[in-house]
């Protein structure tokens, strides 16, 4: 499993440093803070990358142990957020080595390990079933064509546009150049807009609906106009 570095190419903000100072003299707040503005991140990362929600947890919360544990190896060059995903990302893929001692993640053919994503959030307050089931078949099928990306692009898609992280902090995490970045987010988009548009064409046809509730709507005031109406 490769080691977690230090050096990297962003700087952390003062919050950050004023945090780690804090969390290294074990001010609960501090840590709870660091944890609290750092969970979803590490969890998708893990997740994106073991395919287990209980892996998942398990890496995110080693990692958070590791990183306490070892403050001090936070060299104050580097954002806070990067360094602890740096963290993450090794655990997890130290993890997936040791159920396939084989595997390396940068060389994996298309198609292999597919991973499971976490969930996009879906409106809960639409009162129109039929809008909230097809928000649901769309969601599924974005899930579903993100979850056959290849894993180098994959993991690439997962924290440019998921997790919303830059080219250099996405580049560091994952030891490649910021031109790989790029060229595979390029191809990660192509790939999940081919997929998707695969994937579409029967949901398309049910689009627009007219049912439910307000095919009822518009029955009953058309009755009410023609003086049908009980």
């Not at 660091?34 to 995110?60: F, T």
């Not at 080595?97 to 969930?119: H, K, Y």
């Not at 910021?178 to 790939?191: G, I, N, S, Y």
């Amino acid at each position: 499993m490769q080691q977690v570095q230090s050096r990297l190419v962003v700087g952390p903000g003062a919050d950050d440093l004023e945090l780690v100072r804090r969390a290294r003299e074990r001010d609960e707040g501090a840590i709870r803070a660091i944890m609290q503005a750092n969970n979803r991140k590490l969890y998708r990362i893990a997740r994106g990358i073991l395919r287990n929600d209980s892996e998942a947890e398990d890496v995110v919360q080693e990692t958070y142990v590791r990183a306490f544990t070892h403050l001090e190896s936070f060299r104050g060059d580097a954002r806070l957020a990067t360094w602890l995903a740096r963290i993450a990302m090794n655990e997890a893929l130290g993890r997936l080595r040791r159920q396939r001692p084989t595997v390396d993640w940068t060389t994996l053919e298309p198609g292999v390990l597919n991973a499971q994503i976490i969930q996009f959030p879906v409106s809960a307050t639409s009162d129109d079933p039929e809008k909230t089931m097809a928000q649901r078949e769309m969601q599924h099928i974005v899930e579903q064509a993100v979850d056959e990306l290849p894993e180098a692009f994959r993991i690439v898609f997962i924290t440019r546009v998921i997790e919303g992280m830059d080219v250099e902090e996405t580049a560091e995490i994952l030891d490649l150049k910021p031109e790989t970045v790029k060229t595979r987010l390029h191809r990660a988009r192509a790939m999940l807009r081919e997929n998707v548009e695969k994937k579409i064409g029967p949901v398309v046809m049910e689009a627009f609906p007219f049912a439910g509730k307000r095919c009822a709507r518009l029955t009953d005031a058309v009755l009410g106009r023609l003086g049908l109406t009980k």
